[in-house]
Protein backbone atom coordinates (compact mmCIF):
# COMPACT_ATOMS: atom_id res chain seq x y z
CA UNK A 1 0.00 0.00 0.00
CA UNK A 2 2.69 2.07 1.27
CA UNK A 3 4.67 1.83 -2.54
CA UNK A 4 1.25 2.47 -4.23
CA UNK A 5 0.46 6.06 -2.30
CA UNK A 6 4.51 6.61 -3.56
CA UNK A 7 3.90 6.04 -6.59
CA UNK A 8 0.82 8.30 -6.82
CA UNK A 9 2.69 11.03 -5.09
CA UNK A 10 5.46 10.79 -7.65
CA UNK A 11 2.78 10.75 -10.39
CA UNK A 12 1.09 14.24 -9.06
CA UNK A 13 4.68 15.55 -8.39
CA UNK A 14 5.56 15.33 -12.04
CA UNK A 15 2.21 16.21 -13.58
CA UNK A 16 2.49 19.33 -11.60
CA UNK A 17 5.91 19.87 -12.69
CA UNK A 18 4.79 20.25 -16.42
CA UNK A 19 3.38 23.09 -15.91
CA UNK A 20 5.13 26.40 -17.22
CA UNK A 21 6.34 28.32 -14.96
CA UNK A 22 5.94 32.29 -15.14
CA UNK A 23 7.62 34.27 -12.37
CA UNK A 24 6.00 38.16 -11.65
CA UNK A 25 8.06 40.30 -10.66
CA UNK A 26 6.16 43.43 -8.33
CA UNK A 27 8.04 46.33 -7.98
CA UNK A 28 6.89 45.80 -4.19
CA UNK A 29 4.37 43.62 -2.37
CA UNK A 30 2.33 45.56 0.49
CA UNK A 31 0.02 48.12 -0.26
CA UNK A 32 -3.61 47.39 -1.90
CA UNK A 33 -2.26 47.87 -5.47
CA UNK A 34 0.62 45.28 -5.63
CA UNK A 35 -1.62 42.74 -3.77
CA UNK A 36 -4.94 43.49 -6.57
CA UNK A 37 -1.81 42.96 -9.05
CA UNK A 38 -1.36 39.87 -7.29
CA UNK A 39 -4.53 38.50 -7.24
CA UNK A 40 -5.33 39.33 -10.90
CA UNK A 41 -1.88 37.09 -11.48
CA UNK A 42 -3.49 34.08 -9.75
CA UNK A 43 -6.72 34.79 -11.94
CA UNK A 44 -4.54 34.68 -15.39
CA UNK A 45 -2.66 31.64 -14.22
CA UNK A 46 -5.53 29.44 -13.73
CA UNK A 47 -6.88 30.93 -16.95
CA UNK A 48 -3.99 29.88 -18.67
CA UNK A 49 -2.64 26.92 -16.90
CA UNK A 50 0.05 27.97 -15.85
CA UNK A 51 2.41 28.39 -12.35
CA UNK A 52 3.49 31.79 -11.14
CA UNK A 53 6.29 32.83 -8.97
CA UNK A 54 5.53 35.79 -7.22
CA UNK A 55 7.89 37.56 -5.62
CA UNK A 56 9.44 41.29 -4.91
CA UNK A 57 10.98 43.27 -2.91
CA UNK A 58 9.52 45.01 0.55
CA UNK A 59 9.55 48.67 -0.90
CA UNK A 60 9.20 49.79 -4.48
CA UNK A 61 13.04 51.99 -3.90
CA UNK A 62 14.42 48.91 -3.53
CA UNK A 63 15.84 48.69 -7.29
CA UNK A 64 18.75 46.29 -6.44
CA UNK A 65 16.76 44.29 -4.56
CA UNK A 66 14.08 43.57 -7.48
CA UNK A 67 17.26 43.65 -9.90
CA UNK A 68 17.97 40.22 -8.38
CA UNK A 69 15.19 38.34 -8.03
CA UNK A 70 14.78 38.84 -11.61
CA UNK A 71 18.49 37.73 -12.25
CA UNK A 72 17.39 34.89 -9.43
CA UNK A 73 14.34 34.37 -11.95
CA UNK A 74 16.36 34.01 -15.08
CA UNK A 75 19.28 31.56 -13.59
CA UNK A 76 16.33 29.45 -12.54
CA UNK A 77 15.45 29.32 -16.19
CA UNK A 78 11.65 29.74 -15.82
CA UNK A 79 9.52 30.11 -18.85
CA UNK A 80 8.80 34.01 -18.53
CA UNK A 81 9.05 36.39 -16.61
CA UNK A 82 6.39 39.25 -15.95
CA UNK A 83 8.35 42.76 -14.50
CA UNK A 84 6.87 45.59 -13.34
CA UNK A 85 10.71 47.46 -13.41
CA UNK A 86 11.26 49.96 -10.62
CA UNK A 87 14.18 51.58 -13.07
CA UNK A 88 13.47 52.04 -16.42
CA UNK A 89 17.04 52.15 -17.33
CA UNK A 90 18.53 50.09 -14.70
CA UNK A 91 15.88 47.18 -15.53
CA UNK A 92 16.88 47.32 -19.71
CA UNK A 93 20.58 44.94 -18.57
CA UNK A 94 18.44 42.33 -17.15
CA UNK A 95 15.19 42.57 -19.81
CA UNK A 96 18.22 42.00 -22.50
CA UNK A 97 19.32 39.36 -20.81
CA UNK A 98 16.55 37.21 -19.91
CA UNK A 99 15.64 38.51 -24.10
CA UNK A 100 19.17 36.27 -24.50
CA UNK A 101 18.66 33.50 -22.46
CA UNK A 102 15.39 33.04 -24.56
CA UNK A 103 13.10 33.76 -21.41
CA UNK A 104 9.86 36.02 -23.37
CA UNK A 105 9.31 38.61 -20.66
CA UNK A 106 6.24 40.78 -20.41
CA UNK A 107 6.59 44.62 -18.65
CA UNK A 108 4.05 45.71 -16.65
CA UNK A 109 3.06 49.16 -14.88
CA UNK A 110 6.29 50.87 -15.97
CA UNK A 111 8.14 51.23 -18.59
CA UNK A 112 11.79 50.13 -19.34
CA UNK A 113 14.40 51.21 -22.22
CA UNK A 114 14.32 48.87 -24.43
CA UNK A 115 11.85 46.85 -26.44
CA UNK A 116 12.84 43.31 -26.15
CA UNK A 117 10.01 42.04 -24.45
CA UNK A 118 6.97 40.77 -25.60
CA UNK A 119 3.95 42.48 -24.29
CA UNK A 120 3.96 45.94 -21.94
CA UNK A 121 0.77 46.39 -19.91
CA UNK A 122 0.05 49.38 -17.96
CA UNK A 123 -2.43 51.84 -17.24
CA UNK A 124 -2.50 54.93 -19.57
CA UNK A 125 -0.78 56.74 -16.78
CA UNK A 126 -0.01 59.87 -19.09
CA UNK A 127 -3.59 60.20 -19.53
CA UNK A 128 -4.46 59.87 -15.71
CA UNK A 129 -2.38 62.31 -14.90
CA UNK A 130 -3.88 64.77 -17.71
CA UNK A 131 -7.30 63.39 -16.26
CA UNK A 132 -5.77 64.60 -12.44
CA UNK A 133 -4.95 67.68 -13.81
CA UNK A 134 -8.35 68.38 -15.81
CA UNK A 135 -10.38 67.42 -12.08
CA UNK A 136 -7.93 69.89 -10.19
CA UNK A 137 -8.26 72.39 -12.53
CA UNK A 138 -11.79 72.23 -12.55
CA UNK A 139 -12.49 72.04 -9.14
CA UNK A 140 -10.25 75.52 -8.59
CA UNK A 141 -11.97 77.06 -11.25
CA UNK A 142 -8.83 77.54 -13.39
CA UNK A 143 -6.66 79.50 -10.67
CA UNK A 144 -4.46 79.20 -7.64
CA UNK A 145 -1.37 77.70 -6.03
CA UNK A 146 -0.88 74.22 -6.06
CA UNK A 147 1.95 71.04 -4.45
CA UNK A 148 2.63 67.90 -6.05
CA UNK A 149 3.65 65.10 -4.20
CA UNK A 150 5.57 62.98 -6.66
CA UNK A 151 6.31 59.41 -6.25
CA UNK A 152 10.23 57.99 -7.02
CA UNK A 153 12.77 59.25 -9.23
CA UNK A 154 13.09 57.08 -12.36
CA UNK A 155 9.44 55.15 -11.77
CA UNK A 156 8.29 55.49 -15.65
CA UNK A 157 4.77 55.27 -14.61
CA UNK A 158 4.49 57.59 -11.92
CA UNK A 159 6.83 60.07 -14.63
CA UNK A 160 4.23 59.72 -16.94
CA UNK A 161 1.49 60.53 -14.64
CA UNK A 162 3.50 64.00 -13.55
CA UNK A 163 4.35 64.10 -16.96
CA UNK A 164 0.95 64.28 -18.02
CA UNK A 165 -0.09 66.46 -15.35
CA UNK A 166 2.52 69.46 -15.57
CA UNK A 167 1.32 69.58 -19.81
CA UNK A 168 -2.36 69.29 -19.03
CA UNK A 169 -2.36 71.98 -16.65
CA UNK A 170 0.18 74.19 -19.19
CA UNK A 171 -2.18 73.65 -21.41
CA UNK A 172 -5.60 74.39 -20.11
CA UNK A 173 -5.11 76.01 -16.36
CA UNK A 174 -2.36 78.47 -17.07
CA UNK A 175 -3.14 80.85 -14.25
CA UNK A 176 -2.70 77.60 -12.01
CA UNK A 177 0.86 77.92 -10.22
CA UNK A 178 2.75 74.83 -8.93
CA UNK A 179 4.67 76.25 -6.52
CA UNK A 180 6.85 73.29 -4.64
CA UNK A 181 7.12 69.63 -5.94
CA UNK A 182 8.82 66.88 -3.81
CA UNK A 183 9.07 63.22 -3.59
CA UNK A 184 7.47 61.40 -1.32
CA UNK A 185 9.48 58.36 -2.22
CA UNK A 186 6.04 55.78 -2.31
CA UNK A 187 5.84 55.79 1.31
CA UNK A 188 3.40 57.17 3.31
CA UNK A 189 5.95 58.33 6.47
CA UNK A 190 7.92 60.25 3.46
CA UNK A 191 4.73 61.76 1.92
CA UNK A 192 3.27 62.90 5.52
CA UNK A 193 6.25 64.96 5.57
CA UNK A 194 6.90 66.18 2.37
CA UNK A 195 3.00 67.58 2.01
CA UNK A 196 3.78 69.34 5.52
CA UNK A 197 6.83 70.66 4.90
CA UNK A 198 5.42 72.01 1.79
CA UNK A 199 2.12 73.46 3.65
CA UNK A 200 4.39 75.00 6.20
CA UNK A 201 6.11 76.68 3.11
CA UNK A 202 3.55 77.41 1.31
CA UNK A 203 0.57 78.26 3.65
CA UNK A 204 -1.80 79.74 0.92
CA UNK A 205 -1.81 76.59 -1.31
CA UNK A 206 -5.27 75.58 -2.79
CA UNK A 207 -4.19 72.19 -4.15
CA UNK A 208 -2.45 69.12 -3.90
CA UNK A 209 -1.73 66.38 -6.81
CA UNK A 210 -0.37 63.39 -5.36
CA UNK A 211 0.69 60.57 -8.20
CA UNK A 212 0.51 57.15 -6.02
CA UNK A 213 -1.58 55.37 -3.00
CA UNK A 214 1.41 56.72 -0.39
CA UNK A 215 1.62 59.42 -1.67
CA UNK A 216 -2.20 60.09 -1.81
CA UNK A 217 -2.51 59.21 1.92
CA UNK A 218 0.52 61.02 3.22
CA UNK A 219 -0.82 64.28 1.24
CA UNK A 220 -4.31 63.43 2.90
CA UNK A 221 -2.97 62.35 6.30
CA UNK A 222 -1.44 66.05 6.42
CA UNK A 223 -4.53 68.28 5.61
CA UNK A 224 -6.71 65.45 8.24
CA UNK A 225 -3.64 66.77 10.91
CA UNK A 226 -4.07 70.56 10.24
CA UNK A 227 -7.62 70.43 9.52
CA UNK A 228 -7.51 72.50 6.38
CA UNK A 229 -10.57 70.93 4.54
CA UNK A 230 -10.17 74.23 2.42
CA UNK A 231 -7.08 72.80 -0.07
CA UNK A 232 -8.12 70.49 -2.83
CA UNK A 233 -6.12 66.98 -3.21
CA UNK A 234 -6.81 64.94 -6.11
CA UNK A 235 -4.69 61.59 -5.52
CA UNK A 236 -3.57 58.53 -7.69
CA UNK A 237 -4.86 54.91 -7.05
CA UNK A 238 -7.50 53.62 -3.68
CA UNK A 239 -7.28 51.56 -0.94
CA UNK A 240 -9.67 51.31 1.66
CA UNK A 241 -7.97 54.06 3.73
CA UNK A 242 -8.42 56.39 0.77
CA UNK A 243 -11.78 55.75 0.17
CA UNK A 244 -12.49 56.82 3.59
CA UNK A 245 -10.59 59.84 3.15
CA UNK A 246 -12.59 60.58 0.22
CA UNK A 247 -15.33 59.75 2.15
CA UNK A 248 -14.69 62.27 4.85
CA UNK A 249 -13.99 64.70 2.69
CA UNK A 250 -10.02 65.11 3.11
CA UNK A 251 -9.36 63.88 -0.58
CA UNK A 252 -11.69 65.12 -3.31
CA UNK A 253 -11.38 62.60 -5.88
CA UNK A 254 -8.82 59.81 -7.43
CA UNK A 255 -7.46 58.53 -10.60
CA UNK A 256 -7.78 54.76 -10.03
CA UNK A 257 -6.16 52.17 -12.06
CA UNK A 258 -7.17 48.68 -12.68
CA UNK A 259 -4.17 46.29 -11.18
CA UNK A 260 -6.19 43.22 -11.10
CA UNK A 261 -6.61 43.30 -14.82
CA UNK A 262 -2.89 44.63 -15.42
CA UNK A 263 -2.32 41.04 -13.44
CA UNK A 264 -4.17 39.01 -15.10
CA UNK A 265 -3.51 40.32 -18.79
CA UNK A 266 0.21 40.36 -17.94
CA UNK A 267 -0.12 36.78 -16.98
CA UNK A 268 -2.15 35.89 -20.13
CA UNK A 269 0.01 37.27 -22.46
CA UNK A 270 3.42 35.59 -21.24
CA UNK A 271 1.62 32.24 -21.30
CA UNK A 272 0.62 33.25 -25.15
CA UNK A 273 4.61 33.82 -25.32
CA UNK A 274 5.32 30.44 -23.56
CA UNK A 275 3.09 28.58 -26.77
CA UNK A 276 4.43 30.73 -29.60
CA UNK A 277 0.80 32.09 -29.94
CA UNK A 278 0.64 35.78 -31.21
CA UNK A 279 0.47 38.81 -28.46
CA UNK A 280 -0.02 42.66 -28.77
CA UNK A 281 3.04 44.96 -28.20
CA UNK A 282 1.14 47.50 -25.92
CA UNK A 283 -1.81 46.80 -24.02
CA UNK A 284 -2.74 50.32 -22.46
CA UNK A 285 -5.79 49.95 -19.99
CA UNK A 286 -7.96 53.66 -19.36
CA UNK A 287 -7.99 54.77 -15.92
CA UNK A 288 -10.86 56.57 -14.52
CA UNK A 289 -11.75 59.51 -11.69
CA UNK A 290 -14.05 58.16 -8.50
CA UNK A 291 -15.78 60.81 -6.41
CA UNK A 292 -18.37 60.87 -3.82
CA UNK A 293 -20.59 60.85 -6.65
CA UNK A 294 -19.91 57.64 -8.13
CA UNK A 295 -18.37 55.59 -6.29
CA UNK A 296 -21.25 53.49 -5.32
CA UNK A 297 -21.99 52.73 -8.90
CA UNK A 298 -21.36 48.86 -9.49
CA UNK A 299 -18.24 48.81 -12.03
CA UNK A 300 -16.48 51.33 -10.27
CA UNK A 301 -17.42 49.02 -6.77
CA UNK A 302 -16.16 46.34 -7.93
CA UNK A 303 -12.25 47.79 -9.54
CA UNK A 304 -12.47 49.68 -5.62
CA UNK A 305 -12.66 46.07 -4.17
CA UNK A 306 -11.74 43.35 -5.52
CA UNK A 307 -12.11 39.75 -4.41
CA UNK A 308 -8.70 39.53 -3.60
CA UNK A 309 -9.53 36.66 -0.70
CA UNK A 310 -11.01 34.59 -3.81
CA UNK A 311 -7.34 34.29 -5.33
CA UNK A 312 -5.11 35.01 -2.79
CA UNK A 313 -7.07 33.43 0.29
CA UNK A 314 -7.49 34.64 3.46
CA UNK A 315 -3.64 34.40 5.29
CA UNK A 316 -2.82 37.25 3.15
CA UNK A 317 -4.87 39.41 4.78
Avoid at 13 to 24: G, L, P, W, Y
Wanted: aromatic share 6%; net charge negative.
Amino acid sequence: MKGVVLLCCLSLACQKSTKKQIAVIPKATANLFWQSVHAGAVKGAWESDVDIIWEGPASETDIAGEMQIMETMIDRHVDAIVVAPSDQTAFKITVNRAADAGIPVVIFDSGVATDRYVTFVATDNYLGGKMGADRLGAILHGKGKIVMVDTVPGSASTVAREDGFHYELRQKFPQIQIVDERFGMSTIAQSLTVTENMLSAHPDIDGIFASNEPGSEGAAQALRDRGLRNIKLVGFDSSPILIELLKQHWIDSLVIQDPFKVGETAVLEAAKAIRGQPTHKHIFLPPRIVDLTNMDEPDVHAQLFPDLKKYLGPSEF
